[in-house]
């Protein structure tokens, strides 16, 4: 409870074995990073930090061996964890602010 999905973490199951998709969620009292696939949508990366609500932030996360890394305003901020479950592949860009679960309220810019 209480996500906003910037980008929902689409089922990986849904694509095929293995797969799990990739998902952000951002409110002013940090930022999560999620998996998701049959039965298993835990936090990868949790940044406890207050995010401005009056000034843009730039937020990227890089996946590196399924690994996310979180980058604040271009510096370094956190570095979480794999997915619990082996061989899995990741994915993201799914869905973009609204959702049924947890819809995102402010503006998105530069999505790549």
């Known amino acids: 409870g209480g996500q906003r999905y910037a980008i929902w973490p689409v089922h990986g199951g849904l694509l095929g074995a293995g797969l799990c998709g990739f998902g952000l969620s951002v409110g002013t009292n940090g930022i999560a990073v999620y998996a998701h696939t049959a039965n298993y949508m835990p936090p990868l990366l949790l940044y406890n930090r207050s995010i401005s609500t009056t000034s843009w932030t730039a937020i990227a996360v890089v996946v590196n061996n399924?690994?996310?890394?979180?980058?604040?305003n271009g510096q370094y901020?956190?570095?979480?964890?794999?997915?619990?479950?082996?061989n899995?592949?990741?994915?993201?860009?799914?869905?973009?602010?609204?959702?049924?679960?947890?819809?995102?309220?402010?503006?998105?810019?530069?999505?790549r």
């Open 66 to 72: 399924s690994v996310p890394t979180l980058y604040i």
């Open 77 to 86: 901020a956190a570095t979480g964890l794999p997915p619990a479950f082996n």
């Open 88 to 111: 899995s592949m990741v994915f993201a860009l799914s869905s973009f602010g609204s959702v049924s679960y947890g819809a995102y309220s402010g503006k998105l810019d530069e999505i």
